[in-house]
């Protein structure tokens, strides 16, 4: 399933993205909206305006947070903008009332498990973040993240967290099946 996502830099000049956001969206090439490019730049609240149109147009509304920030920046990120899923994400692995949270509002977490160990926010694949997420019920997919940064496919991902005995075939099928049959606004 190839679904166009509307994606800005955090440092965007967030006045003049939201004036042009609307001809971008109008296509309806466009089925979510991301920030991405480094976390914490801004406040969440200064990104309302791209969230709110996003909303408008119901597309599903996505966020890069919680890879190098806190769990407390991925609740704070899903309460000011209604996220419905997090790129990464894994920093909620270090909290329960935050994975509650996220499992008690089905907000998906999109995991790249092979960036998040080279970029060293995961030790390795063994102890990936993703196996405390999928415990305490968070739902999550499992990605790859510039393939060609991190040369690694899906079946890469899938292969080195099952080898390094993060999950088992039983979860892996799970998350494969999410991943496959999208949880995305559109089709709710």
Request: charged share 25%.
């Given at each position: 399933?190839?679904?166009?996502?509307?994606?800005?830099?955090?440092?965007?000049?967030?006045?003049?993205?939201?004036?042009?956001?609307?001809?971008?969206?109008?296509?309806?090439?466009?089925k979510?909206?991301?920030?991405?490019?480094?976390?914490?730049?801004?406040?969440?609240?200064?990104?309302?305006?791209?969230?709110?149109?996003?909303e408008?147009?119901?597309?599903?509304?996505?966020?890069?947070?919680?890879?190098?920030?806190?769990?407390?920046?991925?609740?704070?990120?899903?309460?000011?903008?209604?996220?419905?899923?997090?790129?990464?994400?894994?920093?909620?692995?270090?909290?329960?009332?935050?994975?509650?949270?996220?499992?008690?509002?089905?907000?998906?977490?999109?995991?790249?498990?092979?960036?998040?160990?080279?970029?060293?926010?995961?030790?390795?694949y063994?102890?990936?973040?993703?196996?405390?997420?999928?415990?305490?019920?968070?739902?999550?997919?499992?990605?790859?993240?510039?393939?060609?940064?991190f040369?690694?496919?899906?079946?890469?991902?899938?292969?080195?967290?099952?080898?390094?005995?993060?999950?088992?075939?039983?979860?892996?099928?799970?998350?494969?099946?999410?991943?496959?049959?999208?949880?995305?606004?559109?089709?709710?």
């Amino acid at each position: 399933m190839f679904e166009p996502e509307l994606t800005y830099i955090s440092a965007c000049d967030i006045d003049s993205a939201a004036e042009s956001i609307d001809e971008y969206i109008k296509t309806g090439f466009f089925k979510s909206i991301d920030v991405c490019g480094g976390e914490n730049i801004r406040p969440f609240d200064a990104f309302i305006p791209l969230y709110r149109k996003a909303e408008h147009y119901g597309l599903t509304k996505i966020m890069h947070v919680g890879e190098s920030g806190s769990a407390d920046d991925i609740r704070k990120s899903v309460d000011v903008l209604g996220l419905d899923e997090v790129h990464h994400g894994i920093a909620a692995a270090t909290s329960r009332d935050v994975m509650r949270f996220l499992a008690d509002n089905h907000i998906q977490l999109n995991v790249c498990p092979s960036s998040n160990v080279m970029l060293g926010y995961a030790k390795d694949y063994e102890h990936h973040p993703i196996k405390t997420l999928v415990e305490n019920g968070v739902e999550v997919t499992i990605n790859t993240d510039d393939l060609l940064i991190f040369n690694s496919s899906i079946e890469n991902e899938y292969l080195m967290l099952f080898k390094a005995g993060a999950l088992t075939v039983d979860q892996l099928e799970e998350i494969r099946l999410r991943g496959l049959n999208g949880k995305r606004k559109t089709e709710r």
